[in-house]
Structure formats: C-alpha cells, structure tokens
C-alpha cells in the first residue's frame, strides 16, 4: 500500500489537486458558459458532448464516444497502475424545454470535467511514489431531464467493475445527503370523433372531456395516496378550434413516490383515472410510459462522510436542515447498482429554487463560476480518498450490500 491513506500524504496531494484546479478554473467556466449558451435537451447534447469529450482527450483521457449506445453519452479513463479500484465521476449537461439550463447541468457536466482533470493531472506524478493504484473513469450521462440516461447506461453494464460512483448538482446550499425518490412519466392520449360543436355536438365523441375528467380523476386521487406521492403534468394538446369537438387530446403527467414499488402502484390508479374517463365519454385511451423509471437515490454514508472532510477542507459551510421536498432522478438508478452519492454545491442564496429561470441566471453567474470549481474540487479530493484508502470502500460496499 506504500504511502496510501497516510494523512500527511493525502494533504499534500490534496493541495495539489486543488492547484491544477485553480490553474485550469478559467478554462472550465469558458466552457461551462458555452454550454449554457448551447442549451441542448434530453439526447440532443451533441455540442456538450463533443465540447466536454474533447477537453478530456487533450487531457490524455482515453475517450469513448456513445458509450452505452447512446450517441451523447460518453467515458473517459485514465489508468495507474495496473490494480486497485474502478472510481467513476459523472456529469450531466442537458437542459430543461424552453428553460435553457435551469438546473444548471452545464455546471455538472464542466465540474466531473474539472475534478477529472485535477485529480488525473496529479495522479500522473504522484500516484506510483504514494503507492496509489486504480482506474479514473469519467461519465459523460445525457437526459437526465426525463429521458434516463443513466437507467440506459446501467442497463448496458456501463457500471460494471466501478467501485463508487459520484455526482454533484448545484444549488442553493451545499447538502451532502442527498435523497431523491422513484419517478416515470406517462403520456396519455385519448381520441374521439370530430364534430361541428353547435350543430351536430351529439355526432362527436369529446377528448378533451375525457382529459378533464382524467385530470379531475387525479386530483381526487391525491387523497387516497401516501404523503410522499407527488403526481404533476401538463395538457399538450387541447384541440384546434372551440366550435369543434375536439378528437384528440395528449397530456404528460410524471407520477413519484418514496419506492419504486409504491410508484408503479399508483402508476396503475392513474392509468385507471384515464380507463374511466375513456368508459364515460366514449373516447379510446393510449397509455404509453415515456422514458424509463428514475429508482430512488441510495445515497452511501461511507462517501458522505468521506465528501464532508472535503467540504470542510475546503471552508465551505454544509446545510444540514431537513429538505422541504424532493425531486428525481436517474442518478438514484445508479445507486442501486454501486455505492453512490449526489451532494449538492451552492451557486446562490437560499431562496433560489430549480428549474426557473433565475435558476439558469445564476447557472452562468459568478457564484455559479465558484460552485464549478468547489465541486470539482470536492469530488477529486474524495475520489483520492477512496484510491487511497481501501478500507473506506470496503465499509462503502457493506453498506450497500446491507441495504
């Protein structure tokens, strides 16, 4: 083991990798803010894709383009040694339709590229004479947005052999415990018989009838379900003209719980929601999953405590106070098959809330440009900890196979 996990040793090498991150600081905001400029949604992010890939090429990263069979998603790994454990940081870089980067996925996307960089840069002088042996992998995962990105590539084995897995999102604190819960979306469509709606209303079949009662359907539902069940969706075709029975209806609803089982339970209420409708008005009903079930986020204590001694080296001040609410996503899938986490890093005051567009403003903002570079930070310090330290991702792995 050498030098590994003696704390004198991690310091130094600490320091290090926050130096090459500091020396690189002005690139990754250049290149977060052009891909805020390029705001690409769920499997479209060729422009982010390409951006970030060929910063970590020229970085002597080994890149592999549509990794998972995905064209936007990619890896990129660097080696020492010939053993040792498989560490993988992940970014994200879609954006919200119509929004831009509300959720700030060009600052993800550019910290995994950052904290990639910094740790390899080190690791390449340092990591023989500190006894340091294993693989870096950075992920570059599309459509988190709804489209699962993550829930295709575990499903291509694209985690397979990786130790621990990491990603950090911005926000409006810095919270290392991170939950999320199960989600899938639904498209539902009815489709009726067109009719001219003063003179012959009684020759049409109405959608949009069906739609409402759906929806009305759903929101009586809310009373007969579990607490933490959030049930949310837009109507995106109403019809064309008032004077006509509308045929055809299409609305999305994402439909979340606390367990992914809980979540397909109530995935089945709202289906019924919409079988009734289709018995009342006399429409026919398609019911189509859109995208892949998000399963809920198994964050690892073990790397929580490990990615806390990095934030406190750092001086950075972790808000501990109980999440109002939470959202989803494709990052919980990842945590069932590795010992994974997902902290957040701030980027603005505490009022500031996800997906608006106050959001995307301080996505590319100067508290956004010191957020990128804390959470690179972050996570090349904690990923040195875990190529240092053995006995950190073994108590990680008991954890997660106790469940």
């Known amino acids: 083991m050498g030098s590994a996990c003696v704390p004198e040793t991690a310091g130094r090498l600490k320091r290090l990798i926050g130096q090459e991150i500091d020396s690189i600081a002005t690139r990754l905001i250049e290149v977060s803010d052009d891909i805020h400029a390029h705001p690409e949604i769920r499997f479209e992010e060729y422009y982010a894709s390409k951006l970030l890939a060929d910063e970590l090429e020229e970085h002597g990263f080994m890149v592999e383009r549509g990794n998972g069979g995905l064209p936007t998603a990619f890896k990129a790994e660097r080696r020492f040694g010939s053993e040792g454990p498989t560490i993988a940081i992940l970014g994200e870089y879609d954006a919200l339709p119509g929004l831009g980067h509300g959720c700030g996925h060009n600052i993800m996307g550019t910290a995994a590229l950052g904290a990639g960089v910094g740790l390899a840069r080190v690791l390449a002088r340092e990591a023989e004479k500190a006894g340091i042996s294993g693989r870096l992998i950075v992920f570059g995962t599309p459509a988190e947005e709804g489209g699962g990105g993550k829930v295709y590539m575990v499903r291509a084995g694209c985690f397979e052999g ?33 009719a001219h709606a003063a003179a012959t209303p009684h020759e049409g079949v109405n959608a949009l009838d ?28 109403g019809g064309d003209a008032p004077n006509t029975i509308p045929d055809l209806t299409e609305a999305m609803f994402t439909i979340r719980a606390a367990t992914s089982e809980y979540r397909n339970v109530i995935m089945e209420k709202v289906k019924n929601c919409a079988r009734g409708a289709a018995l009342q008005t006399g429409a026919t009903v398609d019911l189509e999953l859109y995208g892949l079930p998000f399963d809920p986020m198994k964050s690892n204590s073990v790397l929580e405590d490990a990615f806390r001694t990095n934030v406190n ?91």
């Open 162 to 194: 990786v130790d621990a897995a990491m990603i950090i999102h911005p926000g409006n604190a810095n919270r290392i415990n991170s939950r999320s819960i199960a989600s899938q979306r639904l498209i539902i469509r009815f489709h009726g018989r067109p």
């Open 313 to 403: 080296l750092l001086g950075l001040e972790e808000d501990r106070a109980p999440r109002e609410g939470l959202g989803s996503t494709d990052m919980g899938t990842v945590s069932q098959a590795v010992p994974s986490i997902h902290p957040s890093i701030a980027i603005g005051p505490k009022g500031l809330i996800g997906h608006t567009q106050a959001f995307c403003d301080a996505s590319r903002s100067p508290d956004g440009h010191k957020g990128l570079v804390a959470g690179a930070k972050c996570m090349a310090m904690t990923a040195l900890d875990l190529f240092m330290c053995p006995e950190v991702l073994e108590k990680a792995w008991a954890e997660f196979r106790a469940g």
């Open 210 to 237: 069906a739609m409402i009662l759906t929806y009305n359907g759903i929101n009586a539902l809310r009373q007969h379900v579990k607490p933490d069940v959030r049930i949310h969706g837009v109507i995106m075709k």
